[in-house]
């Protein structure tokens, strides 16, 4: 039996200090046509007027960056498939990269959120997350730079991190909170 170990909270619990941003999270708000784009989008407007401090680690962002990629490809050459439009074409991506970068300038340009990067001994956390919890290696190394800045809170639509004890998962995915819901 796998036992629930995060605290998971909904978008109108209290604010946490600092929040650490899933690319789950940020693709929701970033893609219109994303199935929680509406509350992730008035989470964020929440997060920006408290003043809250965020992070989205370099990690997050070429997650969020291949989604979009591959969200874009699959709308404009429906029905074929990302990898066959791209392995017939790389150079396909270039027409998105404007609004990929707007995106990601977006980040910078906001005071309270900081883009991290990867520290030279995240690895070896990630690879003690990857035993202790049993996380895929991504999800392994975003914990790793949440727990080497200290950062408590995290902010996802994937139900990975409920496992791992210590940390508090902000969420809209009635999937994940009905899954914290005491029987």
Known sequence: MNRLTATILDF??????????????????????????????????????????????????DEVWFVLLQLFVTRDFAPRKFWKVYEQNPAVILAYLDQIEKITAQFYEQSQVQVLGIASRSPLGALENMRQFHLLPRDATHLAI??????????????????????????CNPNLLNASTPA
């Open 146 to 171: 949440m727990r080497q800045h200290h950062i408590p809170a995290i902010v996802t639509l994937d139900a990975d991190f409920q496992v791992v004890e210590g940390i508090t998962i902000f969420t």
């Open 12 to 61: 109108s619990a209290p604010l946490p200090d600092a929040i650490y941003w899933d690319a789950s999270f940020v693709v929701n708000f970033s893609h219109a046509d994303s199935p929680f784009y509406g509350e992730c989008a008035e989470y964020v407007a929440r997060l920006k007027a408290a003043n809250t401090r965020c992070f989205v680690s370099a990690l997050t962002l």
